[in-house]
């Protein structure tokens, strides 16, 4: 089973900025949709942005122009910079496929993100 990790998260303050990381444990490659997905509390997981294979990219409107998704096939990772963050971005951060069928491979442990002052 493919195993997820995902790094770098903490505790910032608003309108600063934080880059997750998420590496597979095999190949990335032929996969068709990269994305990270994150679980506030009290409220259920929700997909944030998206990457195709060919690099485009989508995002919820949440996060619209504040954070940029990224992928590295030959490192097996995506990445996630976020920037001006905001209160309500608090929540565990998590890296999947994304597809039809919902996300493919187990999640891992996720990273958490608090912002405040």
């Given at each position: 089973q493919v195993q997820l990790v995902e790094s770098g998260?903490?505790?910032v303050q608003p309108g600063g900025s934080l880059r997750l990381s998420c590496t597979a444990s095999e190949s990335?490659?032929?996969?068709?949709?990269m994305g990270w997905f994150r679980r506030a509390p009290g409220k259920e997981r929700e997909l944030v942005a998206r990457i195709s294979?060919?690099?485009?990219t989508n995002y919820a409107d949440s996060v619209k122009g504040r954070f940029f998704i990224s992928r590295d096939n030959?490192?097996?990772?995506i990445y996630l910079r976020m920037n001006?963050?905001?209160?309500?971005?608090?929540?565990?951060?998590?890296?999947n496929t994304?597809?039809?069928?919902?996300?493919r491979w187990?999640?891992?442990?996720g990273t958490q993100v608090t912002v405040s002052s």
């Open positions: 998260g903490g505790l990335i490659f032929s996969i068709n949709a294979s060919g690099g485009s030959t490192k097996n990772s001006s963050l905001k209160a309500e971005d608090t929540a565990v951060y998590y890296c994304v597809g039809d069928m919902g996300p187990d999640w891992g442990q």
